[in-house]
């Protein structure tokens, strides 16, 4: 039974357009599409490329979704186009806890 269930997770796990990437400061951040990615800095920019739903948070991962801000990237604007987010005067601005990029609708 578990590995049945083993399978179908792994089977049912999204996976991103190759064009979909991020980086912060321009530091690659490695991330599987809805699990948050910790990253505890004091950034200053972030590039989000690709379609996609980005959303970050200066909470870590516990509480990512606490005044949260979202990015959305539809997949017929942004193939591989990148945005560069700066983080002054945003939630984030003085430390960048957590990220998530889901691409549930990006394929």
Known sequence: MFRLAAIFAVASAIRCPPGTKLSVDGDAVKFESGVCSPVASDAKS??????????????????????????????????????????????????????????????
């Not at 509480?63 to 002054?88: L, P, R």
């Open 46 to 107: 972030i590039s989000f490329c690709g379609p996609g739903k980005l959303t970050y948070s200066r909470m870590t991962c516990n509480n990512h979704g606490y005044k949260a801000t979202t990015v959305e990237h539809s997949k017929t604007e942004f193939t591989t186009q990148c945005e560069d987010i700066t983080m002054a005067e945003s939630v984030a601005d003085g430390h960048l806890g957590s990220v998530t990029v889901d691409c549930t609708d990006a394929r």
